[in-house]
């Protein structure tokens, strides 16, 4: 249904920060809906985003999709895992892959260009 439900959010200022990584549950092969909240009333304030979706089995990138059109920019980049990865730990070089390469993208320039890891390109 693409709610948005309130919510209640005290962590620090996104503004604060150049790049934030967006953790996105999938829920029914969709971006959650708190997720969606929280997008929607710091847009003004997420500069840049990276997405890390995690989802049963499928949907996982319709995380990075529906937070793009939330923001008119799509995420610097994103990857997907499956909860079976989370479970097993299988994610985590995958996820390292991630923050070297959001790291080296921001150290060589500051801005960063799209980029996808996901379960079927991983190899």
Do not use: C, H
């Not at 994103?78 to 097993?88: L, Y």
């Not at 985590?92 to 390109?121: I, K, M, Q, Y």
Request: proline share 9%; hydrophobic share 45%.
């Amino acid at each position: 249904f693409r709610l948005k439900p309130p919510i209640l959010y005290r962590g620090p200022d996104p503004a604060d920060f150049d790049l934030v990584v967006l953790v996105a549950p999938i829920w029914l092969t969709r971006l959650a809906s708190p997720m969606r909240s929280f997008v929607a009333s710091f847009r003004g304030s997420l500069r840049k985003v990276a997405v890390v979706s995690v989802m049963g089995g499928k949907g996982g990138q319709n995380a990075p999709a529906e937070i793009g059109g939330i923001l008119d920019r799509a995420p610097v980049m994103s990857t997907t895992f499956t909860m079976r990865e989370v479970d097993d730990g299988s994610y985590a070089p995958r996820l390292l892959a991630l923050a070297a390469a959001l790291d080296a993208a921001t150290d060589l320039r500051g801005e960063v260009r799209p980029f996808v890891l996901s379960p079927e390109t991983a190899g």
